[in-house]
T-cell receptor
Framework: KQEVTQIPAALSVPEGENLVLNCSFT??????LQWFRQDPGKGLTSLLL?????REQTSGRLNASLDKSSGRSTLYIAASQPGDSATYLC???????????FGTGTRLTIIP | DTAVSQTPKYLVTQMGNDKSIKCEQN?????MYWYKQDSKKFLKIMFS???????INETVPNRFSPKSPDKAHLNLHINSLELGDSAVYFC?????????????????FGEGSRLTVL
């Protein structure tokens, strides 16, 4: 059973458009929510962390929000650029078992 | 100034061999992790150590043995390598949000070690 789900699995959009990536989870335990990007053949870069007491975080063109009542998080990317092309992963840190559980990822391609 | 560093970055070896991957973090974090990313790019936790003590052992074969000589290092030793062990192994560290040494709970990852077993 997949605890963290990301939809869509792949997304292609023209440069300059705004876009939203989705992440949903099945467990309502207390948690942090972290978004990462992974470039091909590279490690994970942390983008945004929403702590258990927070609802959203912003960094530059990125905004991540968390709705605990529905078990969903979204990553909003404004004015997309070709350099945003990567796989985006959301991960939920469960304080009960101290595990970071990853979603399946969304592979984003920005078309110049 | 690398925060979480892993060596080697690439490792190609024969089935049945024993190999080690090393990880070091200079962030002053208390907790370190090993994650495995399989061919489908799915990341799954293997182990977690907090201040040199094993916290999580996620049903990994006992051919995999983590060792933490101090809280800045977490090494992974693999015995009798099998074809299915081929993957990218990521080390990570964090400062737990709860407990005596409070931090944000944010995890920082190394660049990964790509293991290929022939």
């Amino acid at each position: 059973k997949q605890e963290v789900t990301q939809i869509p699995a792949a997304l292609s959009v023209p440069e300059g458009e705004n876009l939203v990536l989705n992440c949903s989870f099945t467990d309502s335990a207390i948690y942090n929510l972290q978004w990462f990007r992974q470039d091909p053949g590279k490690g994970l870069t942390s983008l945004l962390l929403i702590q258990s007491s927070q609802r959203e975080q912003t960094s530059g063109r990125l905004n991540a929000s968390l709705d605990k009542s529905s078990g969903r998080s979204t990553l909003y990317i404004a004015a997309s650029q070709p350099g945003d092309s990567a796989t985006y992963l959301c991960a939920r840190f469960n304080f009960g078992n101290e595990k970071l559980t990853f979603g399946t990822g969304t592979r984003l391609t920005i078309i110049p | 100034d690398t925060a979480v560093s892993q060596t080697p970055k690439y490792l190609v070896t024969q089935m049945g061999n024993d190999k080690s991957i090393k990880c070091e973090q200079n962030l002053g974090h208390d907790t370190m992790y090993w994650y495995k990313q399989d061919s489908k790019k799915f990341l799954k936790i293997m182990f977690s150590y907090n201040n040199k003590e094993l916290i999580i052992n996620e049903t990994v074969p006992n051919r995999f043995s983590p060792k933490s000589p101090d809280k800045a290092h977490l090494n992974l030793h693999i015995n009798s390598l099998e074809l299915g062990d081929s993957a990218v192994y990521f080390c990570a560290s964090s400062h737990p949000q709860t407990g005596e040494t409070r931090g944000t709970g944010e995890l920082f990852f190394g660049e990964g070690s790509r293991l290929t077993v022939l």
